[in-house]
């Protein structure tokens, strides 16, 4: 699989730099052309790409600043016990670390790495990407002080609460996670080999967090630029006027729109505005799946998952937050019409 | 030992419950249905010439919806879409005094397969119509308004003289007026019928907000000729904006700002708007869903009036005759882009202009001066298919403008400015077709319009 992975991933670097080249020249002057394919393909690419690395960053330092300066007792300590509430604060986390879909997941490998129990940690990964002060502030820019903002908070972190609790009934939680990440589990050296152990002192402990990230960055990196790439050309293979056009319905309208979140792969803190576009021709429970399942389920997240969670563990995830989702918008639909 | 574990038999079960709870709620079906957020004219009383309006809360199916539209007493008319607003446009106006009964019956239906759940009825009554005038005083002019004819006139706006023009919405309850600011610019003000909610709806600035008309579906057109770059330098060519007096939101019509025109008038379908084009001496008329233009060339500096339908419209130019010019009117169709002279035969003399259509469609007013008659006007009224007909309305020695139907197309009012006295004072006056007879309603008042 990690070979897929890094295939995909040196494919969409060499398309990276293809596309930086290719800025540079004129072809057609030269009497060369690609297909139209060819850009749309690098500039949808480029557009995932550019917009998500900088969450992935800001997730990845906060991954090396959790493993330098929170130990394991500290996290034991600090979150409730009891999993029902663990699942709750795991999906109020966002609002102290506010990281994107992209950040959240380096993130939620580290807690895990510090002993983090199952339902808080995968509360914390379905809910972070919408729970957080930017997007919050980002869909009240879109959308005001109104219904779409409240179903969006209430129902990401109501879903984000019911799986995470249903992966609280494994019994032995480190099968949730990849072989991997489980070594890594018993001890940050094991991690990151060639890192020393931080001397006491601030500067040391901020330069180690710093390399940690910087690692974190580049392992992570290659899954963000394969699922960059994968959903880049099932954008251009499958063009949004063709999903669009099979809109109409209560229960079709949803799927459409999951689909499209699928397919689009933005960024949550901006797939409000985006999602402007289609209200008035779809339904108002469809732009809600939208704006719940895409920030939980697209498809560089969904390669970025794979690298912390057996594939069982995504897949039941994946499962499990379409159906919420889809019962949920279709009886929004039906049954209140926001 | 279990092939499943406690997560693969949670996961399980909660996907069969999940996936029931989904057809259970398939299978009940839309509950809610579409939902409806406003209707007008509401409880109360209500203009004649009011359209109906039903605004939807999404995108409507419209065949579904005109196809359970009724009203009672049955009424003909056209329906007209705006977003999802739907107005139904009465071929004649609304009887006065008249309850009427709007009824939309259930099922009426969304693209998107939503459906109207329950019936949706409420009646209106319709009232007399009114008049809304300036009045000038040594500051300047004000607006303001009889309720009825027979009511006391009451000043609504407190402009400091300021008010420059001013335009009467469809369903008569809003007035929107032009007043001038600090700046000597021209602002656009939005009142209530009765003078209440008096507020602010187009900072203007520099620029020169003037000649508002309202749609039947409630848009604005207006002229805006923009402020001097330099203190003491000209006003610029005036455009045509577009203006949604509820949100303040103001476009031009054309993308192109080197087409510039001034003067707009809708249609009564809201499907066309004409104004004129003082650079090439012509009236525009713009095809609001097609952007078509059509040109009709006219050197007299206003628009013409328009059939019922939106698809005829009267206006006049001069021609020479004799070696005089003369103001002669003509028809212009817009179906099949034919111009022709209006009367048939054709007047051997005198100017004929001001042609002004009833709502009906049936009479034209128009202004006539004699070509022997020195300077003073006369007004006659004449069937709209074009018989050389005259009915004399007012054949006082005046000058006469501002001539206006009621909804009913039983009155004219008009602006009548007597000759050959001293200080004359500004009048009007209204005709009443059935009778034949004329009464002054208010001196001292000018630009009078139909408040219905």
């Given at each position: 699989?990690?070979?897929?992975?890094?295939?995909?991933?040196?494919?969409?670097?060499?398309?990276?730099?293809?596309?930086?080249?290719?800025?540079?020249?004129?072809?057609?002057?030269?009497?060369?052309?690609?297909?139209?394919?060819?850009?749309?393909?690098s500039?949808?690419?480029?557009?995932?790409?550019?917009?998500?690395?900088?969450?992935?960053?800001?997730?990845?330092?906060?991954?090396?600043?959790?493993?330098?300066?929170?130990?394991?007792?500290?996290?034991?300590?600090?979150?409730?016990?009891?999993?029902?509430?663990?699942?709750?604060?795991?999906?109020?986390?966002?609002?102290?670390?506010?990281?994107?879909?992209?950040?959240?997941?380096?993130?939620?490998?580290?807690?895990?790495?510090?002993?983090?129990?199952?339902?808080?940690?995968?509360?914390?990964?379905?809910?972070?990407?919408?729970?957080?002060?930017?997007?919050?502030?980002?869909?009240?820019?879109?959308?005001?002080?109104?219904?779409?903002?409240?179903?969006?908070?209430?129902?990401?972190?109501?879903?984000?609460?019911?799986?995470?609790?249903?992966?609280?009934?494994?019994?032995?939680?480190?099968?949730?996670?990849k072989?991997?990440?489980?070594?890594?589990?018993?001890?940050?050296?094991?991690?990151?080999?060639?890192?020393?152990?931080?001397?006491?002192?601030?500067?040391?402990?901020i330069?180690?967090?710093?390399?940690?990230?910087?690692?974190?960055?580049?392992?992570?990196?290659?899954?963000?630029?394969a699922?960059?790439?994968?959903?880049?050309?099932?954008?251009?293979?499958?063009?949004?006027?063709?999903?669009?056009?099979?809109?109409?319905?209560?229960?079709?309208?949803?799927?459409?729109?999951?689909?499209?979140?699928?397919?689009?792969?933005?960024?949550?803190?901006?797939?409000?505005?985006?999602?402007?576009?289609?209200?008035?021709?779809?339904?108002?429970?469809?732009?809600?799946?939208?704006?719940?399942?895409g920030?939980?389920?697209?498809?560089?997240?969904?390669?970025l998952?794979?690298?912390?969670?057996?594939?069982?563990?995504?897949?039941?995830?994946?499962?499990?937050?379409?159906?919420?989702?889809?019962?949920?918008?279709?009886?929004?639909?039906?049954?209140?019409?926001? | 030992?279990?092939?499943?574990?406690?997560?693969?038999i949670?996961?399980?079960?909660?996907?069969?419950?999940?996936?029931?709870?989904?057809?259970?709620?398939?299978?009940?079906?839309?509950?809610?249905?579409?939902?409806?957020?406003?209707?007008?004219?509401?409880?109360?009383?209500?203009?004649?010439?009011?359209?109906?309006?039903?605004?939807?809360?999404?995108?409507?199916?419209?065949?579904?919806?005109?196809?359970?539209?009724?009203?009672q007493?049955?009424?003909?008319?056209?329906?007209?879409?705006?977003?999802?607003?739907?107005?139904?446009?009465?071929?004649?106006?609304?009887?006065?005094?008249?309850?009427?009964?709007?009824?939309l019956?259930?099922?009426?239906?969304?693209h998107?397969?939503h459906?109207?759940?329950?019936?949706?009825?409420?009646?209106?009554?319709?009232?007399?119509?009114?008049?809304?005038?300036?009045?000038?005083?040594?500051?300047?002019?004000?607006?303001?308004?009889?309720?009825d004819?027979?009511?006391?006139?009451?000043?609504?706006?407190?402009?400091?003289?300021?008010?420059?023009?001013?335009?009467?919405?469809?369903?008569?309850?809003?007035?929107?007026?032009?007043?001038?600011?600090?700046?000597?610019?021209?602002?656009?003000?939005?009142?209530?019928?009765?003078?209440?909610d008096?507020?602010?709806?187009?900072?203007?600035?520099?620029d020169?907000?003037?000649?508002?008309?309202w749609?039947?579906?409630?848009?604005?057109?207006?002229?805006?000729?923009?402020?001097?770059?330099?203190?003491?330098?000209?006003y610029?060519?005036?455009?045509?904006?577009?203006?949604?007096p509820?949100?303040?939101?103001?476009?031009?019509?054309?993308?192109?700002?080197?087409?510039?025109?001034?003067?707009?008038s809708?249609?009564?379908?809201?499907?066309?708007?004409?104004?004129?084009?003082?650079v090439?001496?012509?009236?525009?008329?713009?095809?609001?869903?097609?952007?078509?233009?059509?040109?009709?060339?006219?050197?007299?500096?206003?628009?013409?009036?328009?059939?019922?339908?939106?698809?005829?419209?009267?206006?006049y130019?001069?021609?020479?005759a004799d070696?005089?010019?003369?103001?002669?009117?003509?028809?212009?169709?817009?179906?099949?882009?034919?111009?022709?002279?209006?009367?048939?035969?054709?007047?051997?003399?005198?100017?004929?202009?001001?042609p002004?259509?009833?709502?009906?469609?049936?009479?034209?007013?128009?202004?006539?001066?004699?070509?022997?008659?020195?300077?003073?006007?006369?007004?006659?009224?004449?069937?709209?298919?074009?018989?050389?007909?005259?009915?004399?309305?007012?054949?006082?020695?005046?000058?006469?403008?501002?001539?206006?139907?009621d909804?009913?197309?039983?009155?004219?009012?008009?602006?009548?400015?007597?000759?050959?006295?001293?200080?004359?004072?500004?009048?009007?006056?209204?005709?009443?077709?059935?009778?034949?007879?004329?009464?002054?309603?208010?001196?001292?008042?000018?630009?009078?319009?139909?408040?219905?």
């Open positions: 699989m990690n070979k897929v992975f890094n295939i995909l991933g040196l494919l969409g670097l060499a398309l990276l730099l293809l596309a930086a080249f290719l800025g540079m020249q004129n072809w057609a002057v030269m009497g060369f052309a690609l297909p139209d394919q060819f850009y749309t393909l500039t949808i690419f480029l557009g995932i790409f550019i917009e998500a690395a900088p969450f992935l960053l800001m997730g990845t330092l906060a991954s090396g600043f959790v493993e330098v300066f929170l130990d394991r007792d500290a996290i034991q300590r600090l979150m409730p016990k009891n999993a029902l509430l663990g699942a709750v604060a795991g999906g109020l986390l966002g609002f102290i670390f506010p990281v994107c879909e992209c950040g959240v997941i380096p993130l939620t490998r580290r807690f895990f790495s510090k002993g983090l129990a199952p339902a808080t940690g995968i509360a914390f990964l379905l809910a972070s990407p919408v729970i957080n002060p930017i997007v919050v502030a980002s869909t009240y820019a879109a959308y005001g002080w109104g219904p779409v903002l409240f179903w969006r908070i209430g129902l990401s972190l109501f879903i984000a609460v019911a799986v995470g609790l249903v992966f609280a009934l494994q019994a032995r939680p480190a099968q949730l996670l072989p991997t990440p489980l070594i890594q589990i018993s001890g940050a050296s094991v991690d990151h080999p060639h890192i020393a152990p931080a001397a006491p002192g601030l500067g040391p402990r330069q180690r967090a710093l390399v940690i990230a910087g690692d974190e960055f580049f392992e992570m990196g290659r899954y963000l630029i699922g960059s790439l994968v959903a880049a050309l099932l954008q251009t293979v499958v063009p949004q006027t063709a999903l669009l056009a099979v809109g109409s319905g209560p229960l079709l309208s949803v799927l459409v729109m999951m689909a499209l979140a699928v397919l689009l792969s933005i960024c949550s803190t901006v797939d409000a505005f985006v999602s402007l576009a289609f209200v008035g021709s779809f339904t108002s429970g469809s732009i809600l799946s939208f704006l719940v399942f920030p939980m389920v697209d498809i560089k997240s969904v390669m998952y794979l690298q912390v969670f057996q594939r069982k563990t995504v897949l039941y995830m994946v499962w499990l937050v379409f159906l919420f989702v889809l019962l949920a918008s279709v009886f929004i639909n039906l049954n209140i019409g926001i | 030992m279990n092939r499943f574990g406690r997560l693969d949670a996961v399980g079960a909660l996907s069969l419950c999940l996936l029931a709870a989904l057809g259970l709620v398939l299978w009940r079906g839309d509950q809610v249905g579409v939902s409806v957020l406003a209707v007008s004219p509401l409880d109360g009383p209500a203009a004649a010439s009011a359209p109906v309006a039903i605004t939807f809360g999404e995108a409507m199916d419209a065949a579904s919806v005109e196809s359970r539209f009724s009203l007493p049955q009424t003909a008319g056209r329906f007209v879409w705006r977003d999802n607003t739907l107005y139904f446009l009465p071929g004649q106006a609304f009887a006065e005094g008249q309850t009427y009964t709007v009824r019956a259930s099922g009426a239906s969304t998107l397969g459906v109207l759940a329950e019936e949706l009825s409420w009646s209106f009554t319709t009232r007399s119509p009114g008049m809304a005038f300036m009045r000038s005083s040594d500051q300047g002019a004000e607006l303001w308004t009889l309720t004819l027979q009511s006391t006139p009451r000043q609504v706006t407190d402009m400091a003289g300021g008010v420059f023009d001013f335009a009467v919405s469809v369903d008569g309850q809003q007035i929107l007026y032009s007043a001038f600011n600090q700046q000597a610019g021209i602002d656009l003000w939005l009142v209530g019928r009765q003078g209440e008096n507020r602010m709806v187009l900072n203007c600035g520099l020169r907000c003037y000649a508002p008309d749609s039947a579906d409630g848009r604005v057109a207006y002229s805006r000729a923009p402020g001097p770059l330099n203190p003491g330098e000209g610029g060519a005036p455009r045509i904006w577009l203006l949604e509820a949100t303040g939101q103001s476009v031009r019509l054309h993308a192109d700002t080197q087409k510039i025109g001034y003067g707009p809708w249609s009564p379908d809201a499907g066309r708007l004409a104004y004129y084009d003082g090439q001496n012509r009236i525009v008329v713009v095809d609001m869903l097609s952007g078509q233009e059509i040109y009709l060339p006219s050197r007299v500096g206003v628009v013409g009036s328009w059939m019922p339908d939106g698809d005829q419209m009267l206006y130019d001069t021609k020479l070696g005089l010019a003369l103001y002669t009117i003509f028809r212009a169709d817009f179906s099949t882009e034919d111009i022709l002279p209006f009367f048939e035969p054709q007047p051997a003399d005198g100017d004929y202009s001001m002004t259509l009833s709502p009906s469609g049936e009479w034209v007013a128009l202004r006539v001066r004699p070509a022997d008659g020195g300077p003073a006007d006369q007004v006659w009224v004449t069937p709209a298919d074009g018989r050389f007909a005259l009915t004399a309305a007012e054949t006082e020695a005046s000058l006469f403008s501002d001539l206006s139907w909804p009913q197309s039983r009155f004219l009012l008009y602006h009548r400015m007597q000759l050959g006295v001293g200080n004359p004072v500004p009048e009007v006056w209204v005709w009443d077709r059935s009778t034949g007879t004329t009464r002054l309603l208010v001196r001292d008042a000018s630009a009078p319009a139909w408040l219905p």
